[in-house]
């Protein structure tokens, strides 16, 4: 590769795989072993990884003298509970939690090699839950109990491996350099709101209230 910056795929190029450049065949992508900093693949802070190497079916890919930079991933956050109300799934009506990020800058995945790289200011974001829903009054029409009780927030999600993250295999790394990169759980959600309460009696709406949900 000539010297000069290169973007990388933008969010949307592959739902799939989430990567701007999805490698699955045995290939060399060589740039500049002396001067790394002279090739530079660019995530320009898109919400996607640069690299996704696959070596399921036995490929091999060689990065050589390149610098990965600028890559943003971040989870997606749940638009809403983690179930409809269900009293046998989920009683409480709890928010959902956020995805899992792995891997911003090369998500690996098999037996590849990279060497004279330089990785830098990547980020791996887990994505925020959403909130526990508050307690609902009984529904008689449909012939519901209240749900008392506050909804749990989700678990914001986990973060590893801003730079590079290897999943499996048995990659060889050598006079690679990663700085700068970060990786960010996700927050977790607020609890809901427990139902006001003014009597003991369950056929009532107002029954009993119950504590808020955690985060």
Known sequence: I????????QAG?????????YINKSITILGDP?????????????????FYLDGSGGAVIKLNGL????????A???LSSEHSWDPNKNPRNNGSSGGNCRGAGIFVDGSHIITNCIIRNCIAAGGNASHGFDGNPWDISQHLL???????GGQGGHAEGAGMYIASGNPAI???????????????????S????????PFDANFPGGPGGNG
């Open 2 to 9: 000539a010297p000069g910056t290169y973007p990388a795929g």
């Open 13 to 21: 190029d592959n739902d799939y795989y989430d990567a701007g450049l």
């Open 34 to 50: 002396e001067h790394p900093e002279r090739v530079v693949i660019d995530g320009n802070n898109f919400s996607n990884r640069i």
């Open 67 to 74: 610098t990965i930079a600028n890559a943003k991933y971040v």
């Open 76 to 78: 997606p956050i749940p």
């Open 146 to 152: 209240p749900i008392h009780k506050g909804g749990f």
């Open 174 to 192: 050598y006079n690679t350099i990663v700085e700068g990169c970060s990786a960010i759980g996700g927050n977790g959600g607020n609890g809901g």
């Open 194 to 201: 427990g139902l006001a309460a003014s009597t003991n009696d």
